[in-house]
């Protein structure tokens, strides 16, 4: 199925012009489908060095004991066969914007006439003190799904009743505002079966949250007495970990944990940074039209990476903005139809096994910026029925969007 006339660039008879997606997460993987889907006269390469990509969100549900890792693991498999998406499992270590290629850990290079990068986040190296990739093997932050999520569940079912879980929030902007809250609500829900005696303390780098009136309400209905959140204002920031003793250190206190969940400041992925992607911020700056960076042309980068504005660092998101840049890179290739670019979020966060809010914004792009236009939020005193319908809806609504990422 193709959506794209032939560019006379690409008429019949000469190459194919050749599109590189690195990443196969879901900025990734969206945007090598569209941009396969959107015309033959393209060759589109994704190069990521999983076999299989486990799904952040959703991933709060496996901590809860509501979903398992499998049910949350995705293959490339239709992509390849379905779509014509030549797969690589390989890591790029290096773009060459000049000779327009990129180099692979594993010694090949591969040439392209676009790239669309979508790495997602990186931790800020140094962010607190201690914290390094041996420590995440003890105090997991299970912010990238797979090993780190497997920790952190093994961790928390091998606590004793009565134990504290320390969970630490980061300094905006980072992956999934509400995600540090839905986790400690699902793994509260955990607790009142398992472990009604344990506490959960959420050490945060800021003074207020994303939706903090619904979650809230949540934890006082469902888990009086459990969740206690300490703002960045009483903690002063979250400055260093002492490993060994589960020890979490803010600027006046130190806390002792049973487990904890250590979640550091975020950036731009590592290869974003390496290929001089990222301004002071550390995030991509793009052309809210094409996602195209703006200081490398040639180069889109979408999903976390990339400084989007008001959008949110979202799953929703990055599949948004991977079917924008699609159709930029399509009209730029092709000279299929330009379309003005249609921004969306859309979250359902879990708070209990009945209990779900969505959230659902539209944005408006011009070429400076993308603002918030419609905003919709579940509120606090919602009908039970519409929070129980709610979770039934997450449910479809992680199918069809997994599917529409993956085929
Ligand atoms: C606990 C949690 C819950 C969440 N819940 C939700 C939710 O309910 N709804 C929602 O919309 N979002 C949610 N999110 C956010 C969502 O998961 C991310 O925003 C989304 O995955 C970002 O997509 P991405 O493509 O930018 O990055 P990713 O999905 O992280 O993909 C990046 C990919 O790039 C690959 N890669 C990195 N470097 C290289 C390289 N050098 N070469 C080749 N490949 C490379 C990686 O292997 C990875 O597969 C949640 C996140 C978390 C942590």
Redesign the pocket.
């Known amino acids: 199925m193709c959506i794209g006339a032939l560019h006379p660039q690409t008429a019949r008879g000469q190459a194919k012009a050749r599109v590189l997606v ?8 969206t945007a090598a489908k569209y941009l396969a889907l959107g015309s033959e006269a393209l060759a589109v390469t994704l ?4 076999a299989q ?1 486990t ?6 549900l496996y901590l809860a004991g509501l979903r398992s890792l499998e049910s949350l693991t995705h293959g490339y498999e239709t992509l390849e066969q379905r779509y014509g998406v030549k797969v690589v499992h ?4 290096a773009i060459d914007p000049e000779a327009k290629n990129v180099s692979l850990e594993g010694g090949a290079k591969l040439s392209y006439d676009r790239v669309v990068l ?4 990186g931790f800020k190296v140094g962010a607190i003190d201690g914290y390094d990739d041996a420590a995440t093997q003890i105090m997991p932050h ?4 797979g090993p780190q999520t497997r920790i952190l569940r093994e961790q928390l079912e091998s606590m004793e009743d009565g134990g504290v879980f320390v969970l630490v929030v980061p300094p905006d902007p980072f ?2 505002p ?3 809250y ?2 400690a609500s699902l793994i509260a829900y955990y607790f009142k079966q398992y472990k009604p005696r344990a506490k959960i303390l959420i050490l945060d780098a800021k003074d207020s949250f994303f939706a903090q009136d619904v979650f809230e309400d949540g934890w006082n209905r469902h888990y009086p007495g459990m969740i206690e959140w300490l703002p960045g204002q009483f903690t002063g920031g979250i400055k260093a970990v002492d490993v060994k003793g589960r020890l979490v250190k803010t600027a006046g206190d130190t806390f002792k944990a049973d487990v904890a969940n250590v979640i550091p400041a975020q950036e731009a ?3 974003a940074q390496q290929a001089h992607l990222v301004d002071q911020s550390g995030w991509c700056p793009i052309d809210p039209m094409t996602f195209e960076s703006k200081l490398q042309p040639g180069i889109h980068v ?4 990339a400084k989007a504005g008001n959008m ?8 948004s903005q ?1 079917k924008v840049c699609a159709f930029a890179i399509l009209a730029a290739l092709t000279g299929s139809e330009r379309f003005a670019p249609h921004l969306f ?5 879990v708070l209990a096994s009945d209990d779900a809010v969505t959230s659902a914004i539209s944005y408006s792009a011009d070429p400076e910026t993308i603002k918030v236009n419609d905003f919709f939020l579940s509120k606090v005193g919602d009908n039970a029925w519409i929070r129980r319908e709610a979770v039934h809806q997450a449910d479809g609504w992680y199918a069809a969007f997994t599917h529409d990422i993956f085929g």
């Open positions: 690195i990443g196969g997460g879901v900025g990734g993987a190069v990521e060095p999983k990509y799904t952040c969100f959703f991933s709060n390989d890591s790029v270590t979508a790495p997602g986040i299970a912010w990238t799904a992956r999934c509400p995600g540090p839905e986790r992925g590592r290869l979408i999903g976390d990476a949110a660092k979202s799953a929703f998101a990055s599949n991977a979020n859309t979250c359902f966060t």
